[in-house]
């Protein structure tokens, strides 16, 4: 199994809505990390949690909450978006080591707009 | 400064044909990896190859090799016998510092393939 499983695929919400992304993985990685990706625009990093810690978080805004219960599973918590978050949101893991070559697995993404 | 440049915002290639997106990157660190990834309309980013900066040998991954040239800091990708199927987005990414934080990746902004039947 090497996938990475993201829900919904499809988001649609209010500016004073408060939703969640779920990410699962079952390769046993370690490492698993949300990014942004706007229409036409690379991916940007948002956080990274690593051996269930949060490791890395690149100055996203509190409206964006991440949560790890277990190594498996990764949550993103909405609340009180604006309308330009809404963009193309990509889960992905890795092995968790400190290779140079630990490549990332994403998930297909969730595409979020915010009303 | 932007660390990873992809000059080519949009490709056309004929199907079979080979093709070549081009990527260059800038930094200081003597040990970092070089990825590449491609992006279909479904959204999915699918790893393609890796380059490691110390490796002596170009990557290749079947149709995929990677034209790894270090003292221009350019790593290349090259796609033979074009498929329909690999009509999408391309990313180059790079490693820099590796620790327990995880896997940071830089991206840069992509060039779109279109394979023409």
């Known amino acids: 199994d090497t996938e990475v499983t993201q829900t919904p695929k499809h988001l649609v919400m209010g500016m ?33 949690y690593s051996y269930e810690k949060l ?23 909405l609340h009180a978006l604006q309308p330009e978050d809404s963009a193309l ?15 990332l697995f994403f998930g297909s993404g969730t595409q979020l707009s915010v009303l | 400064a932007q660390k990873i440049t992809q000059t080519q915002p949009g490709m056309f290639v004929q199907e079979k044909e080979a093709v070549t997106l081009d990527c260059t990157y800038d930094t200081s660190d003597q040990s970092y990896g070089l990825f590449w990834y491609k992006q279909p309309s479904s ?31 350019s790593a290349n990708l090259v796609i033979s016998a074009s ?32 394979v023409k039947p």
């Not at chain 1, 490791?55 to 918590?77: Q, T």
């Not at chain 2, 987005?89 to 393939?113: H, I, K, P, S, V």
């Open chain 1, 16 to 48: 004073t809505n408060k939703k969640s992304l779920k990410c699962e993985q079952h390769m046993g990685h370690r490492a698993m990390y949300w990014y942004k990706q706007k229409a036409k625009k690379p991916p940007e990093l948002m956080f990274v």
């Open chain 1, 55 to 77: 490791s890395i978080n690149e100055s996203v805004p509190s409206r964006f909450s991440p949560e790890c219960p277990n190594s498996s599973l990764l949550n993103l918590h």
């Open chain 2, 43 to 73: 959204g999915e980013m699918i790893f393609l190859i890796y380059q490691g900066s110390y490796d002596e040998q170009n990557a290749t991954e079947g149709r995929y090799s990677l034209n790894f040239q270090k003292a221009r800091k």
């Open chain 2, 83 to 114: 498929q329909l199927g690999d009509s999408a987005m391309y990313f180059c990414a790079m490693r820099e510092t590796w620790d327990n934080a995880g896997n940071m990746l830089t991206f840069g902004g992509g060039t779109r393939l279109m």
């Open chain 1, 89 to 103: 949101y990509l889960c992905a893991s890795s092995q968790g080591g400190v290779g140079r070559g630990e490549k």
